[in-house]
């Protein structure tokens, strides 16, 4: 059996990032109940896919944006945590988990025609983090650590 105490940090980033996950899906699903009782209220259909409510938008855009995301930062920080270090994997993971709790705040709450510039402040630290695990990894791989 493998001891799991050194790898703590990343399993509770990886932990808490699934759990963040399953919060933007819950509201997606809060936006969408919102969204049929006020179109019904007003009469109208509610058109989950095609009718391009901007509230709909964002919630979805806040958790694929999380999804597209999932594979890569998941592997890297494992891969960073094994071949280089737990403590450094936990702290960028914590980097990167703030970063993505910050997209939709920053975001907002709707979108508009394009994306607001602010979300370039939770972007481009998740980017980061993803080269820093890159690089230690890479660097691992090929002896140069």
């Given at each position: 059996?493998?001891?799991?105490?050194?790898?703590?940090?990343?399993?509770?980033?990886?932990?808490?990032?699934?759990?963040?996950?399953?919060?933007?899906?819950?509201?997606?699903?809060?936006?969408?109940?919102?969204?049929?009782?006020?179109?019904?209220g007003?009469?109208e259909?509610?058109?989950?896919?095609?009718?391009?409510?901007?509230?709909?938008?964002?919630a979805?855009?806040?958790?694929?944006?999380?999804?597209?995301?999932?594979?890569?930062?998941?592997?890297?920080?494992?891969?960073?945590?094994?071949?280089?270090?737990?403590?450094?994997?936990?702290?960028?993971?914590?980097?990167?988990?703030?970063?993505?709790?910050?997209?939709?705040?920053?975001?907002?709450?709707?979108?508009?025609?394009?994306?607001?510039?602010?979300?370039?402040?939770?972007?481009?630290?998740?980017?980061?983090?993803?080269?820093?695990?890159?690089?230690?990894?890479?660097?691992a791989?090929?002896?140069?650590?």
């Amino acid at each position: 059996m493998i001891d799991a105490t050194p790898y703590q940090g990343p399993i509770l980033v990886t932990g808490a990032y699934i759990l963040l996950y399953y919060l933007f899906q819950i509201r997606i699903n809060r936006v969408k109940s919102r969204l049929r009782r006020e179109y019904a209220g007003r009469g109208e259909k509610f058109d989950r896919y095609f009718g391009q409510d901007r509230f709909m938008l964002a919630a979805d855009r806040t958790q694929l944006n999380m999804l597209e995301h999932m594979p890569p930062f998941l592997l890297l920080m494992w891969l960073h945590a094994v071949f280089v270090s737990p403590l450094s994997a936990s702290v960028a993971g914590g980097v990167y988990l703030v970063a993505r709790i910050g997209h939709p705040i920053l975001m907002g709450s709707r979108l508009g025609r394009g994306i607001r510039l602010a979300v370039l402040i939770a972007t481009v630290p998740g980017y980061l983090v993803i080269v820093y695990l890159l690089a230690g990894v890479a660097g691992a791989a090929f002896g140069l650590l």
